[in-house]
């Protein structure tokens, strides 16, 4: 027990070693250019990309990940009769059964609800477990080593600016130190540390520019489709089968997801993703005629009531729907 506590507490205190790393590297560059080669005229635009760096760095690796909320946990009662039964169908049943009160629309590989044996939830659309943070979280993405935090609903937007505003960052450096490295070149630049600094910054800047650009790239598109890295090797499976589309409401509904309906807060890392993380709107629904997206008190509430449950409901906008489109 004490020693897979101190193995815990180690790989906790190694995971920051990335984090470290860039940290370290943009600290330097940050002297280098301020102090050593001091280029006056670039100062105030160069501190503009710095501040926005580090703010969007800080604010990816100090989010915490989100979580799915108590509705998603298996009740006292729930968890027991789960439990004590040996049973693999009935048990899928008794999930099926505690799923039909949430807003929830995909199913494992095996048709059966999402459960995680390990933190006892139902898991919401979208949802994963992370082996590293140990727990679920919404809408998951990615663990990132490099902000040594769990990608997600939480912090996805903060991620994908963190990208952004680092391949500003490294191309401003490139774009204004290219010219002193030209005279590096070729001679003219006197003998000091100024050279070592003028040759280092480039190649850095233009290392993390080229390896930026593709994941920068990778994640637009996958915004665009409304998908996140786990959806995009394994596609997301719904009562009618998997379905990489599945959450791809158009690409303009797709950006706002993400980043919110106030275009002017879209650059800036405050948090503006629509929804709270356990649901999402539907391609093969419309958003007026499904109830789960207006808000979360439509929900049913433990203990029952005389309303219908969130799948009955889900299955009779589907119909509606189908019936819609053969006219």
């Known amino acids: 027990m004490a020693l897979s506590r101190a193995l815990r507490c180690c790989q906790r205190i190694f995971s920051w070693i990335p984090v470290i790393i860039i940290s370290?590297?943009?600290?330097?560059?940050?002297?280098?250019?301020?102090?050593?080669?001091?280029?006056?005229?670039?100062?105030?635009?160069?501190?503009?990309?710095?501040?926005?760096f580090c703010w969007t760095y800080w604010k990816a690796i100090f989010t915490p990940p989100?979580?799915?909320?108590?509705?998603?946990?298996?009740?006292?009662?729930?968890?027991?009769?789960?439990?004590?039964?040996?049973?693999?169908?009935?048990?899928k049943?008794?999930?099926?059964?505690?799923?039909?009160k949430l807003p929830i629309f995909t199913r494992a590989q095996s048709g059966a609800?999402?459960?995680?044996?390990?933190?006892?939830v139902i898991k919401p659309d979208r949802c994963h477990h992370c082996s590293v943070c140990e727990t679920?979280?919404?809408?998951?993405?990615?663990h990132c080593p490099w902000v040594n935090n769990c990608v997600g609903f939480s912090n996805y937007k903060f991620f994908l600016l963190f990208l952004s505003y680092s391949m500003i960052y490294c191309v401003f450096i490139a774009s204004t130190v290219f010219q002193y490295f030209l005279k590096f070149w070729v001679g003219d630049l006197p003998n000091g540390p100024a050279k070592f600094h003028v040759l280092f910054l480039l190649f850095v800047a233009l290392m993390f520019f080229v390896s930026l650009m593709f994941l920068f790239g990778y994640h637009c598109w996958l915004v665009a489709k409304n998908r996140s890295t786990l959806e995009a090797f394994s596609a997301p499976v719904f009562q009618n089968g998997p379905d990489r589309n599945g959450f791809n409401v158009g690409l303009?509904?797709?950006?706002?997801?993400?980043?919110?309906?106030?275009?002017?807060?879209?650059?800036?890392?405050?948090?503006?993703?629509?929804?709270?993380g356990h649901y999402f709107p539907l391609r093969t629904l419309r958003e007026s005629e499904n109830p789960l997206l207006a808000?979360?008190?439509k929900w049913m509430e433990d203990g029952g009531s005389?309303?219908?449950s969130a799948g009955e409901v889900a299955s009779k906008v589907c119909t509606v729907d189908m019936n819609d489109s053969s006219k």
């Open 24 to 52: 370290s590297v943009v600290l330097w560059s940050y002297y280098a250019y301020v102090f050593e080669l001091c280029f006056v005229v670039y100062l105030l635009m160069f501190h503009v990309c710095f501040i926005m």
């Open 66 to 91: 989100s979580t799915p909320s108590k509705k998603f946990h298996l009740s006292y009662s729930d968890k027991e009769r789960y439990e004590m039964e040996e049973r693999p169908d009935v048990q």
């Open 93 to 100: 049943q008794i999930l099926a059964e505690i799923a039909k």
């Open 113 to 120: 609800i999402r459960f995680c044996d390990r933190c006892q």
């Open 136 to 142: 679920c979280i919404l809408k998951m993405d990615h």
């Open 252 to 276: 303009s509904r797709n950006l706002r997801q993400v980043f919110g309906e106030d275009k002017k807060l879209w650059f800036i890392p405050v948090f503006t993703s629509q929804g709270d």
């Open 295 to 297: 808000n979360e008190g």
């Open 306 to 308: 005389d309303e219908e």
